[in-house]
Structures are given as C-alpha cells and as structure tokens.
Nanobody, 126 residues
Framework: VQLQASGGGTVQAGGTLRLSCAAS????????MGWFRQAPGKERDFVAG????????TYADSVKGRFTISRDNYKKTVYLQMDGLKPEDTAIYYC????????????????????WGQGTLVTVSS
C-alpha cells in the first residue's frame, strides 16, 4: 500500500487542522492505521491509531481529548482531526499502515507499522 499525507499547515494556538492520508492499492480495510509525529530534534512518537473497521481507537495521552482519528474504507482514507492545537504539537505528521488480523490490537510502536507516508508539516504558532 502507498500512503499520501496532506492537510498540514500553519495555524495559531487554539486552532484546528484536519490531516488526511490517502491510500492506494488493494486491501486498505485490512490495515490498522496510525498517525505519528516527529518534532524538531526529537524522535518520532505515536499520536493515534485506529483498527481496520474503525471500531477501536487509541491515543497518546498528550493529544487525548483534542485529536480524533477516523477512517473511510470506501475512500481508502484515514483522517486526523486536530482541535485545540498547541505550539508543542508542531511536528511533521506521518501516517502509517499495519497489516493486521481483525482481532489484533492497534499498535503504538513505530516498528510494528509496515508502510509509511511522506509526512506533512504542522506548525502551531503561539
């Protein structure tokens, strides 16, 4: 599967952005999907994940209650709705796909994801 992330930009603190990740190739609905981010000078961290069906989601504590991950399997797209943005959310955001059986947990570890998009930059000004 190939992944293309988009929707990044510059926004003021408290603002909103919605990231999209479009997939190409078959069997999108057989992948758990995740969003990760990498801030300048830091390692890449887990942000949010969603199961194949969309029925299970998980979030990093730092974004819980502000970000929402969702997916549309017909459009082969996963979204990250980001509300209440803070300057510390500034990072390059990556989407990733994990080939998984339906009963597998949604992974929060980078190494579990098989495919990665190119990243989209989010900048939050104070």
């Amino acid at each position: 599967v190939q992944l293309q992330a988009s929707g990044g930009g510059t926004v003021q603190a408290g603002g909103t952005l919605r990231l999209s990740c479009a997939a190409s190739g078959p069997s999108f609905s057989r992948y758990h999907m995740g969003w990760f981010r990498q801030a300048p000078g830091k390692e890449r961290d887990f942000v949010a994940g969603i199961s194949r069906s969309g029925g299970t989601t998980t979030y990093a504590d730092s974004v819980k209650g502000r970000f929402t991950i969702s997916r549309d399997n017909y459009k082969k797209t996963v979204y990250l709705q980001m509300d209440g943005l803070k300057p510390e959310d500034t990072a390059i955001y990556y989407c990733a796909a994990d080939w998984a059986i339906s009963s597998a947990p949604v992974e929060r570890t980078e190494s579990q994801y098989n495919y990665w998009g190119q990243g989209t930059l989010v900048t939050v000004s104070s």
